[in-house]
């Protein structure tokens, strides 16, 4: 009880009182880029952020945003008006022009920048009260472009992260390459070129997937994942993303409205809002 009290008072100290060391701040260190800059430091050894422990990601996730600009500052062209829900186990289609808010719309679950008026709930809390870090360790992305180094397959798909061969395995299953990578003489352990050029546009595609599924994420987002494949592997691609959906929460961008036609709710995004979305 005296720990978590001290602990209480060292929160306290850093974000209501005079006590923040932040850099620049002139808030008394009540913003975001304060509080992790001291979760950083292990000056908030936990207390800091309770809500880390209590949220299940891939539950639902909320947008009450009434308008949502860069560094929460109101200006002409910001997102406005976005009030939806995503549960777990949908599909989310984000269609739209270029420039009319897509991935606005996910930088905000990213927290590369806040809502200047509203908030974004992850099962319930504002994801203003996660932690930068447990909160991106939750999201996947799958982008258009794959990077493929010359290393083996097992090691594209940890990236970076210690090789479990067993969480390897499972995370090409559910990608559906498992059986091509076994029929290789050397299995996960296959050499690929840089690039990856000695794979299929579609093999490329499907390590990018069992490389954010080796994350085990609660929230997918594939950001023009299959613009650049033929009408065939994309449908492959996308009846596999179907097939590991039910776990998950996915949002799919995509400018072509055949890879999202069977999402769950599909949103039309132009000039900043959402100017349709239907299921």
Same mark, same amino acid.
């Given at each position: 009880?005296?720990?978590?009290?001290?602990?209480?008072?060292?929160?306290?100290?850093?974000?209501?009182?005079?006590?923040?060391?932040?850099?620049?701040?002139?808030?008394?260190?009540k913003?975001?880029d304060?509080?992790?800059?001291?979760?950083e430091?292990n000056?908030?050894?936990?207390?800091l952020?309770p @809500?880390?422990?209590?949220?299940?990601?891939?539950r639902?996730? *909320?947008y009450?945003c &009434?308008r949502? /600009?860069? +560094?929460?500052?109101?200006?002409?062209g910001?997102?406005?008006?976005i009030?939806?829900?995503?549960k777990?186990?949908?599909?989310?289609?984000?269609?739209?022009?270029s420039?009319?808010?897509?991935?606005?719309?996910?930088?905000?679950?990213l927290?590369?920048?806040?809502?200047s008026e509203?908030?974004?709930?992850i099962?319930?809390?504002?994801?203003?009260?996660l932690?930068?870090k447990?909160?991106?360790?939750?999201?996947?992305?799958?982008p258009?472009?794959?990077?493929?180094?010359?290393?083996?397959?097992?090691a594209?798909?940890?990236?970076?992260k210690t090789?479990?061969?067993?969480?390897?395995?499972?995370?090409?299953?559910?990608?559906?390459?498992?059986?091509?990578v076994? @029929?290789?003489?050397n299995?996960?352990?296959?050499?690929?070129? *840089?690039n990856?050029? &000695?794979?299929? /546009?579609? +093999?490329?595609?499907?390590?990018?997937?069992?490389r954010?599924?080796?994350l085990?994420?609660s929230?997918?987002?594939?950001?023009?994942a299959t613009?650049?494949?033929?009408?065939?592997?994309?449908?492959?691609?996308?009846?596999?993303?179907?097939n590991?959906?039910?776990?998950?929460?996915i949002?799919?961008?995509?400018?072509?409205?055949?890879?999202?036609?069977?999402?769950?709710?599909?949103l039309?995004f132009?000039?900043?809002?959402?100017?349709?979305?239907?299921?």
């Amino acid at each position: 009880k005296m720990e978590v009290d001290m602990e209480k008072c060292k929160r306290d100290e850093i974000i209501k009182n005079c006590g923040c060391t932040y850099p620049g701040c002139s808030k008394k260190g009540k913003c975001c880029d304060c509080i992790e800059y001291h979760r950083e430091r292990n000056e908030l050894p936990g207390c800091l952020f309770p @809500s880390d422990a209590e949220a299940t990601y891939n539950r639902s996730i *909320e947008y009450y945003c &009434n308008r949502c /600009g860069w +560094q929460g500052e109101p200006k002409e062209g910001d997102m406005t008006e976005i009030n939806i829900t995503a549960k777990k186990g949908e599909i989310i289609g984000l269609v739209g022009d270029s420039g009319g808010g897509k991935t606005s719309f996910i930088n905000l679950l990213l927290r590369f920048y806040n809502p200047s008026e509203g908030e974004i709930l992850i099962n319930g809390i504002d994801e203003k009260e996660l932690s930068l870090k447990t909160l991106r360790e939750n999201i996947a992305v799958v982008p258009q472009r794959v990077y493929i180094f010359n290393d083996s397959i097992s090691a594209n798909i940890a990236y970076g992260k210690t090789i479990d061969e067993k969480k390897v395995r499972e995370a090409l299953k559910k990608a559906n390459l498992l059986e091509f990578v076994d @029929s290789l003489d050397n299995g996960i352990w296959t050499k690929l070129s *840089e690039n990856g050029t &000695n794979l299929s /546009g579609g +093999q490329r595609q499907r390590i990018a997937i069992a490389r954010a599924l080796y994350l085990n994420p609660s929230i997918l987002i594939l950001d023009e994942a299959t613009s650049a494949l033929d009408n065939k592997s994309e449908a492959n691609i996308i009846q596999t993303i179907e097939n590991i959906s039910k776990n998950l929460i996915i949002f799919i961008i995509a400018h072509r409205l055949n890879t999202i036609e069977n999402s769950d709710k599909i949103l039309v995004f132009k000039n900043g809002e959402i100017v349709c979305q239907d299921s």
